[in-house]
């Protein structure tokens, strides 16, 4: 439970660092510290404790503890399976770019839209020719 409010304080700890009102402490080696520690948490101790309270009562310490291990084995192979087959097939981005002309067009053909989205779209379409971002 600590961790996970750490995770979740560690966010206005960083930002009161970073505008010199924190504890002048090294935030990145703070962050790595708190998402290695989730993650041995979420893949190693929390599988393994689950797998030790499943296993048969009449079993002895070390029984139950290989039992575990044997079953904390399979759950990081079958991980790390998911994982690089999520990588091969996922690592890839094919993003979708709007031309220009579509994007003027979509705004002219928002006749009965909200005077939100007119703004918002026109601004977007100010912001896109100062940049120079061209139709492809």
Do not use: H
Not at 44 to 70: G, M, N, R
């Amino acid at each position: 439970m600590a961790l996970s409010w750490a995770q979740v304080l560690l966010l206005p700890l960083d930002v009161s660092n970073a505008r010199g009102g924190g504890l002048g402490m090294r935030m990145d080696l703070l962050w790595i510290i708190v998402y290695i520690a989730s993650a041995v948490f979420i893949l190693i101790l929390v599988p393994l404790c689950t797998f030790y309270y499943e296993s048969d009562p009449d079993w002895s310490f070390w029984d139950k503890f290989k039992y575990s291990l044997c079953y904390l084995l399979a759950f990081i192979v079958v991980v790390a399976l998911i994982l690089v087959i999520c990588y091969i097939f996922l690592s890839v981005v094919r993003a979708l770019f709007l031309q220009l002309n579509r994007l003027k067009s979509l705004l002219l053909l928002q006749i009965a839209a909200s005077p939100t989205f007119k703004i918002a779209m026109s601004l977007l379409l100010k912001l896109m020719d100062a940049k120079g971002i061209k139709p492809l």
